[in-house]
């Protein structure tokens, strides 16, 4: 039987998880939180967030930081979900860990490219 290590691809169902790293962008109340999403399915093509998620492995942890970009554009589609009682302010970093990764079925497909077709070419927030 052949083992297969799971990872971050086009399509996946991803959990990542989210911890603020001293002085960073997640305030202290929102110190840990996590975010589900189908990987991959913008319109606009990959995020920068999914730039850095793409090939990861289950359990793999890294830093995210956007550089000179603002946090929205750096989650683009994926800003509005993430916990609604996190408030994200400008600089610092986080720490991402995936925690989940799974096939997505049909309808988790259809229904992520729906949500996301209703942004165009900016994040609404529906």
Known sequence: MEHSVKTVEHLTKVTAGLRKLRGAALSDDEAQGSLTFVFGIAPQGLTPFEFELA??????????????????????????????????????????????????????????MADTARCEDHCCGH
Do not use: M, Y
């Open 55 to 112: 090939g990861k492995k289950l359990g793999e942890t890294f830093r995210v930081e956007p550089g000179d970009e603002q946090w929205p554009d750096f989650f683009g589609h994926l800003w509005t979900l993430l916990p609604a009682h996190a408030t994200i302010e400008e600089g610092g970093c986080f720490e991402v860990e995936v925690l989940d990764i799974q096939e997505s079925d049909q309808r988790e497909i259809i229904r992520a």
